[in-house]
């Protein structure tokens, strides 16, 4: 297995990806072990000298932070934090994504401005390693004081508590952790506080989103292109003289992209009757171009958070000073989760509009693409199909950030309510997954009947793939497993395997 060594290098989301993907063994570098240590000691050393108080290290937490507690408290105080915030409700989050929190916590915690263990650190890189994922639900999470609930289920296996994901079976931790040659972590000074505050549980949907919408992204240009074949649309609105007009390189590139996917098509450049095509076949390289541009701003501030320290109180060991703020709250994160699915809606929503044309019985194309109008429905249903999850995107991308109610009896009164936009934001991009699927469906049956002209290599060769999966049935038939399949070959294969 290869391994990953964290030290404090810049790490970029595309690294992170490598790592996910390739199941690096993540390692600790020994200047990251060295301070994570350096900062532990200090912190220890500070409440043997001091009688100050020090929030959630000798003290209450929320409204409770003016109550002292005692040294001989510390340890059930951080148990007692972390067993009860471990409130989340509603679905448990896929495994995949507790992956991604568990190695945001690790990046978060090894900076060594939190005061924790090696111990805590340790046990949670053996989490990643040996793909032990805590069982955390999607809902609870203000995304103000971090992603407490979520967070709190996260932790609660480290000491034996708790459920978790193995091998892909959900266990009680009490009954498989022994098993496995775990015993339950003692928790020290604020390493309870340490491991609930933070916004793991927002930056791992982001991530999932940045990640999977990039992929979609490039699948909707492709899918365009043979969209535009079947559709017999013009490629003059793909000119780079248009889009040189408008000083936006993303545009340039979608337009770019297109035109490459085209290249050589018969189809796309014999002559065509209509002066112009409808916007969701001309104004594509403007609007997938507006979407590349919002998840380039997503990334940046992901990246940025992923760096970062979310923690609090932080500790600064060379100034001597621990200092109380507000590094945990979600808002950054909560503002480009809903930026994220108002764009990444959009690619649905012009997709859904290419489906209508190609099934509308224009340009040649038979009504609902059946020769046999009538005794068969042929695509009728499945652009429906496509029109209800626009529909639903509509209802999710209404910003969750907007919003905020206050709690903890008035302390945390701003939140960023983050965790919700990020959950909206993971169903956004599912629906859009489904939407090119159909539209990838029906476009690969609409090019039948432009035979025996061809399209471009690329996309003959996309299509010999999928008719392996995927013959061409006139006839009606059950088109959901036909939508599978083309949602399943989206998500393995890339638009350039074709090339």
Not at 192 to 205: D, H, K, P, R, V
Not at 238 to 258: E, M, T
Not at 460 to 467: D, I, K, P, S, V
Request: contains cysteine.
């Amino acid at each position: 297995m290869k391994k990953a060594e964290i030290g404090n290098e810049y790490l970029t989301l595309g690294v992170i990806s490598d790592w996910v993907r390739e199941g690096h063994e993540l390692i600790l570098s020994q200047e990251v072990k060295a301070q994570v240590e350096r900062c532990h000691q200090y912190l220890k050393e500070k409440l043997t000298n001091s009688d100050q108080l020090f929030y959630g290290v000798n003290t209450g937490f929320g409204a409770l932070c003016n109550v002292a507690i005692s040294g001989d408290q510390i340890e059930e105080l951080q148990v007692n934090l972390v067993r009860s915030h471990a409130c989340g409700a509603g679905e448990s989050v896929p495994p995949s994504l507790v992956q991604l929190m568990l190695l945001f916590k690790v990046l978060n915690l090894s900076k060594g401005y939190s005061g924790i263990s090696r111990a805590v650190l340790d046990r949670l890189l053996v989490f990643y390693n040996r793909r032990l994922f805590p069982v955390i639900y999607k809902s609870g999470s203000l995304g103000a004081s971090g992603d407490l609930a979520p967070l709190a289920h996260l932790s609660l296996p480290l000491f034996g508590e708790g459920e978790v994901w193995f091998e892909g079976k959900k266990c009680r931790a009490s009954d498989l952790l022994p098993g496995l040659g775990f015993e339950a972590l003692t928790l020290g000074p604020k390493e309870g506080l340490a491991l609930l505050n933070g916004t793991q549980f927002m930056s791992a949907y982001a991530f999932h989103a940045w990640q999977k919408s990039t992929h979609l992204m490039d699948w909707a240009n492709f899918i365009t292109a043979l969209s535009m074949d079947a559709f017999d649309a013009k490629s003059e609105s793909l000119d780079p003289l248009i889009h040189s007009l408008r000083q936006a390189h993303s545009q340039g590139y979608v337009a770019d992209c297109i035109r490459f996917y085209l290249e050589g098509s018969e189809i796309s450049e014999r002559e065509k009757k209509q002066v112009q095509d409808p916007y969701s076949f001309r104004c594509v390289p403007q609007v997938h171009a507006a979407v590349h541009s919002a998840f380039d701003h997503v990334g940046d501030v992901l990246e940025q958070e992923i760096n970062g320290v979310s923690d609090n109180p932080n500790i600064f060991v060379d100034e001597d000073r621990i200092l109380s703020g507000g590094n945990f709250h979600g808002e950054p994160l909560a503002l480009i989760l809903d930026y994220a699915a108002i764009a990444i809606s959009e690619i649905g929503s012009i997709s859904e509009r290419r489906t209508y044309q190609l099934i509308s019985g224009q340009r040649g194309l038979p009504a609902f693409l059946t020769a046999q109008g009538g005794l068969h429905s042929g695509m009728m249903i499945p652009q429906y199909t496509a029109a209800s999850l626009v529909s639903k995107n509509k209802q999710l991308c209404t910003p969750a950030s907007v919003d905020s109610i206050p709690s903890s009896n008035g302390q945390e009164d701003h939140v960023s309510m983050g965790a919700n936009a990020a959950v909206k934001l993971y169903d956004v991009v599912e629906n859009v997954h489904d939407i090119l699927a159909i539209e990838l469906m029906c476009a690969a049956h609409a090019i039948e009947y432009r035979r025996p002209a061809r399209s471009s290599q690329m996309i003959e060769n996309m299509l010999a793939r999928l008719r392996e999966e995927l013959p061409f049935n006139d006839k009606d038939h059950v088109l959901y497993e036909d939508m599978r399949i083309c949602r399943a070959f989206i998500v393995k294969y890339n638009p350039l395997d074709f090339a």
